[in-house]
């Protein structure tokens, strides 16, 4: 057991967000207080996930429910943190759009047993992927299309469509959100070894094995991300993602 769960985990656990929260603080950095509640709610999440899994994977709709939540729980979360409108929605596109098809060609090919003990933990990773692939493509696109708005309008005076004008100025920093995944696969074993690997050996199985696990890993997750990447720049493109106000009839 590589940590022992007891008063001193807490401890320090509780130490290292302070000092967190403190520099974050103290250096006026943004999300002082976000760092504070993401801590604290991870805790609670995680003690309440790991009381639940163990009776969710004995039943297939229990497991097809978790799976929606966890769905549910990455759409409201990567939508709102691009846009405040209601078109936030429109980021379970993209996450399902790279996550199902991975999934699928798994159980498909039987790599992934259709058990919940497998299941969730490996959709879970696809899912955090895209959700964070989504986010950062999300946010980073419309930045450029506010900060660039005249040339977008130019574009539309010299008789470019739409969907044209926008992508010209968001196609190229729209591949900034692959940057993580790419250079977390470049450096894996000579930088850091990733959760998958290491758990694989905690568990037991030989470094092959564990290598095997963490390259499908890494690879799974660079085409989650690249779809996930491609279908925010689609919807943006297409005026279905944005962050113009609404009407009022429509409200916030």
């Known amino acids: 057991m590589l940590l022992p769960v007891n008063a001193t985990l807490a401890v320090v656990l509780a130490v290292l967000l302070v000092a967190a929260v403190t520099v974050a603080a103290l250096c006026r950095l943004d999300h002082a207080r976000d760092i504070a509640v993401a801590g604290l709610r991870a ?3 995680l003690a309440a996930v790991s009381f639940l899994i163990g009776w969710v994977v004995r039943a297939v709709p229990l497991l097809v429910c978790f799976l929606l939540l966890m769905f549910a729980v990455a759409v409201r979360t990567a939508g709102r943190r691009i846009t405040r409108n209601r078109t936030w929605w429109w980021a379970a596109v993209p996450i399902a759009a790279g996550v199902l098809p991975v999934v699928a060609a798994l159980l498909l090919t039987g790599l992934v047993p259709p058990r919940g003990v497998t299941l969730i933990p490996v959709t879970g990773i696809l899912m955090g992927g895209a959700l964070t692939a989504t986010v950062l493509s999300g946010r980073r696109v419309l930045d450029e299309l506010e900060t660039r708005r005249g040339e977008v309008e130019a574009g539309l005076a010299l008789g470019l469509p739409d969907r044209e004008a926008r992508l010209e100025v968001a196609r190229p920093v729209a591949s ?5 995944g790419l250079d977390q696969t470049r450096t894996v074993g000579l930088v850091t070894l990733p959760g998958a690997f290491v758990g694989m050996l905690l568990g037991g199985a030989s470094p092959v094995q564990a290598g095997a696990v963490q390259l ?3 690879v799974a997750l660079l085409a989650v991300q690249a779809v996930a990447v491609s279908v925010v720049l689609e919807l943006v493109a297409c005026g279905r993602l944005h962050r113009v106000p609404l009407s009022p009839a429509e409200g916030e």
């Open 43 to 45: 805790a609670a999440q």
């Open 176 to 180: 900034d959100a692959l940057l993580p």
């Open 216 to 218: 499908f890993v890494l």
